[in-house]
Antibody, heavy 116, light 107 residues
Framework: EVQLVESGGGLVKPGGSLRLSCAAS????????MNWVRQAPGKGLEWVSS????????YYADSVKGRFTISRDNAKNSLYLQMNSLRVEDTAVYYC?????????WGQGTLVTVSS | DIQMTQSPSALSASVGDRVTITCRAS??????LAWYQQRPGKAPKLLIY???SLESGVPSRFSGSGSGTEFTLTISSLQPDDFATYYC?????????FGQGTKVEIK
């Protein structure tokens, strides 16, 4: 069974940092592009970042470029999102999701709250 | 960035109704469009990819059509499980973008 489990969310002050992790199981992570998508409370979905199978290609939304870093460790079946210089507007549930032609599996999400 | 505009933002419908949701792209995305269903407190679920391909396990009452800049998601006979919010998403080019969502409510 394919599973994606996010962790690392929590409460952080503006300007702070947080590292999210996504543990993948039930499939070969080596052959899939992976992504982060977020959803602010009561709002719609926003794509954050994507990384190709071997980390060759990486993309970011303009809203996080220069502050967030996506990475992966295929040997550890894991995806990461390092978030620096956090802002109040980064408050959201962060989902990891698999795929490139449609996101076919999603984790349950981890809540990041940026507040003083 | 490519803007995705869904209409309507919300609709009320009854069980058994035929429901159509429209998604317009600000420029051509050929057929690189997906549709998702999201129930409250849950992660999105992929329904349709490449504009009209039904994801494995998704009921056949869901269908997608369109190409270029205009797309539709149709639910042929609304079921109680279908009351949720639906999003379109373009993956023609980065930055990927989602529509603002269409909330389907019970009449």
């Amino acid at each position: 069974e394919v599973q994606l489990v996010e962790s690392g969310g929590g409460l952080v002050k503006p300007g702070g940092s947080l590292r999210l992790s996504c543990a993948a199981s039930g499939f070969d992570l080596n052959i899939y592009n992976m992504n982060w998508v977020r959803q602010a409370p009561g709002k719609g979905l926003e794509w954050v970042s994507s990384i190709s199978k071997s980390s060759t290609y990486i993309y970011y939304a303009d809203s996080v470029k220069g502050r967030f870093t996506i990475s992966r460790d295929n040997a550890k079946n894991s995806l990461y999102l390092q978030m620096n210089s956090l802002r109040v507007e980064d408050t959201a549930v962060y989902y990891c999701a698999r795929g490139v032609f449609g996101l076919d599996y999603w984790g349950q999400g981890t809540l990041v709250t940026v507040s003083s | 960035d490519i803007q995705m505009t869904q209409s309507p933002s919300a609709l009320s419908a009854s069980v058994g109704d035929r429901v159509t949701i429209t998604c317009r792209a600000s420029q051509s995305i050929t057929s690189w469009l997906a549709w998702y269903q999201q129930r409250p407190g849950k992660a999105p679920k992929l329904l349709i990819y490449k504009a009209s391909s039904l994801e494995s396990g998704v009921p056949s009452r869901f269908s997608g059509s369109g190409s270029g800049t205009e797309f539709t998601l149709t639910i042929s006979s609304l079921q109680p499980d279908d009351f949720a919010t639906y999003y379109c998403q373009q993956y023609n080019s980065y930055s990927w973008t989602f529509g603002q969502g269409t909330k389907v409510e019970i009449k």
